[in-house]
């Protein structure tokens, strides 16, 4: 059914960088301690205590930031965020309010189906900030009791917001995870959601055609999404809700005050949530107890340097040098750096960049996922891999020989060679082979008259026959010879 | 009167205990006992844990007696702002939001003091959360001026300067927002400090205005103030603020005078509002300094007449953001949270039984009770007044008109400086525009009180140092400070210039008729 309407999307992303220690203070950010063991008199906001600034998230950030190709300015500054909430126990968040430390930047997306037009989605900032705590609230029995964690507090955060240049779900799905990709690539940040190390809210509307021209729908703020499944149905769900409440009341963008809806990811809705009592001043300012941070443009462009290539880019390069399709680019390069670098050997040894990705995208993820094992820990290494499919396409081995050869390595850690002797592979002889197919064609005066016919398919069935006899023989090569030998009888 | 033990210098008493002809303890006990006889009249000490104090003593005399090397302050007797975190001594900033409240560690300068071998006598009185000009504002009483009980003074270090005037401790420390280390000092006769913006670290200090406070020495003479300076001054790397710079070894240069000299006076120091006899006894003292050949020249600071206003945008400004950490969810002062629930319940049943369903619904969550109440029965009226005018400053809508026009003020106050000190060496004027006045007169007109900080908050807004020194008393025998201000990190050129006007006068060897 086509909608009569274009839905607005743009993102909110936080995402976790992977510093070992808190934004401003030294305190440990790895995950999963118990509460309140990872905090100090400056995270906890004890009196007195003061920030200083983490050299490493301010790296990390700004990499990710030249990656999404945004603008550094020469100076940025910390502002503080003000709010009152138990887990912020300084009563205040540090952030990046008027002077960000990046700007002005895109990330390009393309569906691979071609379900979209490939765009560029804007990026209007990328700032610094840090973590609040965890609230945890027990509001089952009507005497609330709510605890508090504040290991995640201080925790560096980078938000990065997108123009909300998004037309679908399947754009914002596309979206979060090619910049999910990048990140990886960038080894900024583990991207795990469930551990909230990557957070998506999403600010959607709908332009509807109307015969009086073009009406928006009031904005709403989703939230709540955790998986990059739940930010597609989510939008999808809430694109059909606006609709139908456009349908009903007429409410366009402006009559009502923003609404912040929360996911329902079992239910499958967003839910309105509860309006503030009074609209938010967070009454930023500039927090004197932290210096302003100058970047020279030297740095920018040491850190651009030193950004290595990135998917877009290499998507590129795969599908030109190694002669496959951009759909196998893409896969690959969406495998993260490790495949990617696993591939190229794999081309570069064995010379043949289809075999490589064939193997790469059949063989060699199926053993990661079945392992459970990254690509470093796989025992087959690319120089074997690539021996093996060197080995294949001189026929030394067909294909589903090599494809045992392949499991025989990997269950038993063995090289090529020494699978295919455990395997008891071994060339067959010519003058054997041929001496074997006279004897099958014998055996069969059918099939004979039937090749002579012209059915050269009916060899096909002597082919079974020779490898129950000898599992080394080359199928393609039975036929043939068989076609030849009764030619000739 | 004999001269006592306590009538000496902390210079003086260090070079006994160096020389063995002292004990820390002996020298500990005599303040400790000064304390005793004069602290209940004067009110200077919040906490002096005796027992605790005489046992660092005999540590560092310990030590001393086996050979070890002793810091720069070894056994001599430090008094603590209530305002510095402490590990082994409450920190309640004189509110009732921390009367309970225990640091879990030491501020940097606290180390510092420790490092040096020092023995922390106690922590001082202070108007709450250093805000106020006379040490009404604490939660736990005031502090009274030596030279006359019914008189404040001064603040919001008040019992940091009164303990040094009643001889109850040879060196103390304090923190200066917008003259609290200098007028307290000027109105109690005695020497106080405030350095350079990030000469000294503020890590631990409970901040009021993170871009103003620092933390200075309060002391009877400027030679002890250079002894102290030298130990507390120096980059930290826990503070982002603090400026890494070499110290310069103020104790061995102090005594040195200046010479050339030219000395400022700022033409704008001198109009309606300033004190007879102070104006007479700064004019006096500027004459001093001709007399040793110090060429007097007058300046101008034509934007320091916003001085006032501007810092009382931005330090409140500050403070309501620095302040809104204590609510009463992780440390320090709570609401009684049952009588509030039950409160909650009582209103909520009122107003359901008279129909008002929606004044029901409105009733604050239990959480945001819970903070309005604390606060309200935390904070005493002043600290509340800052907190909302630096929240309307901040506001959406006021912030350009207010915070941010204050802060491009500040600037031009600190170009102003810029110029002058193109001209002068120093600049020589008033620490107060009158001498201390009666406990209570001005509780209730807290814009003249505000006022008083008229010739102190200019160092703070340009970030330079400046020292407070006794010269002169008026008829009724209240002393009279003058004000020094130098450029940014001329300590040393400040202690100099103070210490030759202490060289040919005897202010600050008078003591308060109460000893």
Redesign the interface.
Same mark, same amino acid.
């Given at each position: 059914m086509s909608q009569p309407y274009t839905t607005i999307i743009g993102l909110e992303v936080h995402v976790q960088l992977a510093t070992a220690s808190k934004l401003f203070c030294r305190c440990s950010t790895t995950f999963g301690a118990p509460p309140n063991t990872h905090t100090c008199?400056v995270c !906890?906001?004890?009196?007195?205590?003061?920030?200083?600034?983490n050299r490493r998230a301010l790296e990390l950030a700004m990499k990710t930031a030249v990656a999404l190709n945004c603008d550094i300015p020469r100076f940025t500054k910390w502002d503080?965020k003000?709010y009152?909430y138990?887990d912020l126990?300084?009563?205040?968040q540090i952030s990046q309010y008027d002077l960000p430390m990046s700007q002005d930047g895109f990330l390009a997306i393309e569906d691979p189906k071609g379900e979209f037009e490939p765009k560029r989605v804007g990026i209007i900032r990328a700032h610094l900030e840090e973590d609040a705590g965890k609230s945890m609230h027990d509001e089952a029995a009507g005497t609330?009791d709510s605890q !508090?964690d504040l290991n995640r507090t201080g925790t560096p955060l980078l938000e990065i917001v997108s123009q909300p240049d998004l037309r679908s779900p399947l754009e914002a799905k596309t979206f979060l995870t090619e910049l999910r990709l990048l990140l990886t690539y960038l080894n900024v940040s583990d991207c795990n959601m469930q551990e909230g190390s990557l957070r998506v809210d999403a600010n959607v509307n709908l332009h509807i055609d109307t015969d009086a021209g073009q009406v928006a729908t009031p904005i709403v703020e989703v939230k709540n999404m955790n998986s990059f499944r739940a930010v597609e149905r989510a939008l999808a769900y809430e694109a059909e809700r606006q609709y139908e409440v456009w349908q009903e009341t007429g409410q366009k963008l402006g009559d009502v005050p923003k609404q912040t809806r929360g996911w329902d990811d079992a239910d499958g809705v967003t839910r309105g949530q509860r309006h503030k009592?009074e609209s938010s001043?967070y009454?930023?300012?500039p927090d004197?107890?932290?210096?302003p941070v100058v970047f020279s443009p030297e740095e920018v462009d040491r850190v651009r340097a030193a950004l290595g290539e990135l998917p877009a880019v290499l998507r590129e390069r795969l599908a030109r040098e190694y002669d496959i399709t951009p759909y196998d680019a893409d896969v690959l390069v969406n495998q993260g750096r490790g495949v990617v670098d696993y591939f190229v050997r794999v081309a570069e040894r064995s010379g043949d960049g289809k075999q490589a990705s064939n193997w790469v995208q059949r063989d060699v993820l199926r053993a990661m996922k079945e392992q459970s094992v990254s690509i470093d820990a796989l025992p087959i290494t690319p120089d074997s891999l690539a021996e093996l499919i060197r080995a294949a396409g001189q026929g030394k081995l067909d294909s589903s020989r090599a494809r045992d050869v392949f499991a025989q390595m990997l269950s038993e850690r063995q090289s090529m060679d020494e699978a295919v002797a455990a395997l008891g592979i071994a060339q067959v002889d010519e003058s054997e082979l041929v001496a074997l197919c006279r004897e099958l064609l014998a055996a069969n005066p059918q099939i004979v008259e039937d090749i002579k016919q012209g059915k050269t398919k009916a060899a096909g069935a002597l082919v079974g026959q020779a490898k129950k006899q000898n599992p080394n023989v080359n199928p393609a090569r039975v036929m043939e010879l068989c076609v030849e030998l009764a030619g000739q009888m | 009167m004999t001269m006592a033990l306590v009538d000496l210098t902390a210079r003086e008493h260090l070079a006994r205990l160096t020389a063995g002809e002292l004990t820390s303890v002996e020298l500990t006990t005599a303040y400790l006992d000064q304390i005793e006889r004069y602290d209940e009249s004067v009110g200077s000490f919040l906490h002096v844990p005796r027992d605790q104090v005489l046992e660092r003593a005999a540590q560092v005399d310990h030590r001393r007696q086996r050979g070890e090397t002793i810091g720069a302050l070894g056994g001599l007797p430090v008094a603590v702002k209530d305002v510095l975190c402490t590990r082994d001594m409450p920190t309640t900033c004189g509110s009732r939001m921390l009367e309970h409240f225990q640091s879990p560690y030491d501020a940097s300068v606290v180390e510092r003091l420790l490092a040096a071998d020092a023995v922390i006598l106690g922590k001082t009185n202070m108007d709450e959360f250093a805000m106020g000009s006379s040490t009404e504002n604490s939660a736990f009483g005031p502090t009274r001026n030596p030279w006359a009980l019914d008189r404040t003074p001064g603040g919001s270090s008040g019992g940091a300067a009164t303990c040094i005037a009643a001889r109850m401790a040879p060196l103390s420390i304090g923190t200066d927002t917008g003259g609290s280390i200098r007028q307290p000092a000027g109105l109690c006769g005695v020497v106080g400090l405030k350095p350079t913006y990030g000469r000294v670290s503020r890590y631990g200090l409970v901040a009021f205005a993170s871009s103003f406070d620092q933390v200075g020495p309060i002391t009877r003479d400027v030679a002890d103030a250079a002894l102290m300076l030298e130990t507390l001054a120096g980059h930290d790397p826990r503070d982002s603020t603090s400026i890494e710079r070499p110290v310069p070894a103020y104790s061995q240069s102090v005594e040195r005078p200046l010479t050339g000299l030219r000395l400022g006076i700022v033409k704008e120091h001198y109009g309606p509002g300033l004190d007879g006899q102070v104006e007479q006894a700064v004019r006096a003292a500027i004459d001093v300094y001709r007399k040793l050949g110090a060429e007097v020249r007058e300046v101008s600071i034509p934007h320091g007449r916003y001085g006032v206003a501007t810092y009382y945008v931005i330090a409140p400004s500050e403070a309501s953001s620095n302040l809104a950490r204590y609510d009463g969810a992780h440390y320090g002062y709570r609401t009684d949270q049952a009588e509030m629930t039950a409160a909650l319940s009582r209103e909520r049943a009122g107003l359901e039984a008279a129909g008002d369903t929606a004044a029901a619904d409105a009733l604050d969550a239990p959480l945001v009770r819970m903070y309005r109440r604390t606060r309200a029965e935390g904070f005493g009226p002043e600290v509340k007044r800052r907190i909302m005018l630096g929240t309307y400053a901040l506001s959406a809508g006021y912030y350009d008109a207010y915070y941010l026009k204050a802060a491009k003020v500040r600037r031009l106050i600190r170009q102003d400086y810029e110029q002058a000190f193109q001209q002068v060496d120093l600049i020589a004027g008033p620490v107060t525009p009158s001498p201390a006045f009666k406990l209570g007169e001005l509780v209730d007109d807290p814009l003249s009180m505000y006022l008083l900080d008229l010739y102190t908050v200019s160092a703070n807004l340009a970030g330079i140092p400046a020292i407070s020194l006794p010269c002169g008393l008026t008829d009724d025998g209240l002393p009279i400070g003058l004000q020094l201000q130098a450029p940014h990190f001329e300590e040393e050129r400040l202690l100099r210039g103070a210490h030759m006007y202490q060289h040919e006068t005897d202010w600050h060897t008078r003591k308060p008729p109460l000893l």
């Open positions: 008199p !906890i906001g004890m009196p007195g205590a003061l920030p200083v600034m503080r003000q009152y138990p126990p300084k009563g205040y609330a !508090i009592e001043d009454r930023y300012f004197p107890d932290l210096v | -």
